[in-house]
């Protein structure tokens, strides 16, 4: 009888230890890496960035979470560096299980979390890392970019300078994967929708760099029509606040001339007035879905979910719904589910092209007027739109081939 006892006992722990991991907490977990630079120079970027994924965390938790789990976010300080944006990562792979990674700042980030995503086959989601090869001679099944690239976004600002007139065109840019990308393509679609458009000069500065004075020079002396960047962050805001009052007097066409910061931080709104922008999220879209998003993130927080915030809460929202689609979080069924998706969101419909994993969506102008209903300095106005199809890159001239 004691015999048959603990047999029976034996076959009870037996199964209790096989049943242990279903019912532990981790199981009930899908976790997220936000990569962004939480420190130095560009800290308000990653910080606005990663406030957008986390609030859209927060949006899905309190609607019953991803496949009746819990959604969280892992915030990852990058430091703008690609080596410890990926060991960062790596560790979190290796010893948490962590199967998707998101993050909207540095390209040279994005292509280093490219190559860790495919090799240890997990999912890269990017919202703002923007350099064309990422889904073009260097894309691979791992990597989604949820955001325009540089083809796209400087397509759409070359077809709105054509569209202003301008014949003189000076253009400057980070010297790095991103600014040459920005600028090589805006200068094949400057060519293509104003043939009798010059580029009148052409700038490549470092990142980080603090004095624009022999830059501003070079344009001054060019004498163009309007100048065109794809600078961000702290670049954007010292070239404008030094070169102003050099005497670089010209519109301004840029991806991020919406930046609340870049406004406040230049001190006087006569320096922004009438320079335009193109984005694939501006908080001023003139939709029901946007207008809705807006008021209940400005409920929630107290603020308004301007550019970084709404970018990276529509690319959290687009990877939810991959991930809801597979009814899994494998990540090959994922990789499935995501391709050829299309998400309605607040900025319109966005579609993952599956040849390239590049989303295929509208970009909205804006052009910084006195006074919004946002802030009581200047700030973005609605410009109208461009259409997907009108920025498109066709899958075959990408340099794309997906293994």
């Given at each position: 009888?004691?015999?048959?006892?603990?047999?029976?006992?034996?076959?009870?722990?037996?199964?209790?230890?096989?049943?242990?991991?279903?019912c532990?907490?981790?199981q009930?977990?899908i976790k997220?890496?936000?990569?962004?630079?939480?420190?130095?120079?560009?800290?308000?970027?990653?910080?606005?960035?990663?406030?957008?994924?986390?609030?859209?965390?927060?949006v899905i938790n309190?609607?019953?979470?991803?496949?009746?789990?819990?959604?969280?976010?892992?915030?990852?300080?990058?430091?703008?560096?690609?080596?410890?944006?990926?060991?960062?990562?790596?560790?979190?792979?290796?010893?948490?299980?962590?199967?998707?990674?998101?993050?909207?700042?540095?390209?040279?980030v994005?292509?280093?979390?490219?190559?860790?995503?495919e090799?240890?086959?997990?999912?890269?989601n990017?919202?703002?890392?923007?350099?064309a090869?990422?889904?073009?001679?260097?894309?691979?099944?791992?990597f989604?970019?949820?955001?325009?690239?540089?083809?796209?976004?400087?397509?759409?600002?070359a077809?709105?300078?054509a569209k202003?007139g301008?014949?003189?065109v000076?253009?400057?840019?980070?010297?790095?994967?991103?600014?040459?990308?920005?600028?090589a393509?805006?200068?094949?679609k400057?060519?293509?929708?104003?043939p009798?458009?010059?580029?009148?000069?052409e700038?490549?500065?470092?990142?980080?760099?603090?004095d624009y004075?022999?830059y501003?020079?070079?344009?001054i002396?060019?004498?163009?029509?309007?100048?065109?960047?794809?600078?961000?962050?702290?670049?954007?805001?010292?070239?404008?606040?030094?070169?102003r009052?050099?005497?670089?007097?010209?519109?301004?066409?840029?991806?991020?001339?919406?930046?609340?910061f870049?406004?406040?931080?230049?001190?006087?709104d006569?320096l922004m007035?009438?320079?335009?922008?193109?984005?694939v999220?501006t908080?001023?879209?003139?939709?029901?879905?946007?207008?809705?998003?807006?008021?209940?993130?400005?409920?929630?927080?107290?603020y308004?979910?301007?550019?970084?915030r709404g970018?990276?809460?529509?690319?959290?929202?687009?990877?939810?719904?991959?991930?809801?689609?597979?009814?899994?979080?494998?990540?090959?069924?994922?990789?499935?589910?995501?391709?050829?998706?299309?998400?309605?969101?607040?900025?319109?419909?966005?579609?993952?092209?599956a040849?390239?994993?590049?989303?295929?969506l509208?970009?909205?102008?804006?052009?910084i007027?006195?006074?919004?209903?946002?802030?009581?300095?200047?700030?973005?106005?609605?410009?109208?739109?461009?259409?997907?199809?009108?920025?498109?890159?066709?899958?075959?001239?990408?340099?794309?081939?997906m293994?």
């Amino acid at each position: 009888m004691r015999k048959k006892w603990m047999g029976v006992l034996c076959i009870f722990m037996m199964a209790l230890m096989v049943a242990l991991p279903v019912c532990a907490p981790a199981q009930d977990t899908i976790k997220i890496g936000a990569i962004e630079p939480l420190s130095g120079t560009f800290k308000d970027i990653g910080e606005r960035y990663l406030e957008g994924v986390v609030y859209a965390v927060k949006v899905i938790n309190e609607s019953g979470g991803l496949l009746g789990k819990k959604v969280e976010v892992v915030p990852i300080d990058s430091e703008l560096k690609p080596d410890v944006a990926t060991r960062k990562a790596q560790n979190l792979i290796l010893k948490d299980g962590v199967k998707f990674f998101c993050g909207g700042t540095g390209s040279s980030v994005g292509a280093a979390m490219q190559q860790l995503a495919e090799k240890q086959n997990v999912i890269m989601n990017t919202y703002g890392m923007a350099a064309a090869s990422m889904t073009g001679e260097k894309c691979n099944k791992n990597f989604f970019r949820s955001c325009a690239n540089t083809d796209q976004q400087s397509y759409a600002l070359a077809e709105l300078v054509a569209k202003k007139g301008y014949k003189k065109v000076a253009i400057i840019a980070q010297d790095y994967s991103f600014g040459q990308e920005a600028l090589a393509a805006f200068k094949k679609k400057l060519a293509q929708a104003s043939p009798s458009a010059k580029i009148v000069v052409e700038l490549y500065h470092p990142a980080g760099t603090k004095d624009y004075a022999p830059y501003v020079s070079q344009i001054i002396a060019a004498n163009p029509d309007v100048i065109f960047t794809p600078n961000w962050g702290n670049d954007l805001t010292l070239l404008l606040k030094q070169g102003r009052p050099m005497g670089m007097k010209q519109k301004v066409f840029s991806y991020y001339i919406n930046d609340e910061f870049t406004i406040q931080a230049l001190g006087n709104d006569d320096l922004m007035i009438g320079n335009m922008g193109a984005e694939v999220y501006t908080v001023s879209i003139p939709t029901k879905k946007n207008e809705e998003f807006v008021a209940k993130f400005y409920k929630d927080k107290g603020y308004y979910p301007t550019w970084l915030r709404g970018k990276a809460y529509i690319a959290t929202m687009f990877w939810a719904e991959a991930v809801k689609k597979a009814g899994t979080t494998d990540v090959d069924a994922v990789i499935k589910a995501w391709e050829g998706l299309s998400y309605d969101g607040p900025a319109g419909v966005w579609t993952m092209r599956a040849c390239d994993h590049q989303a295929q969506l509208p970009l909205w102008f804006t052009e910084i007027v006195k006074k919004t209903k946002y802030f009581d300095h200047a700030f973005e106005a609605p410009a109208g739109m461009t259409t997907a199809k009108s920025v498109e890159v066709p899958c075959g001239e990408t340099g794309c081939k997906m293994k």
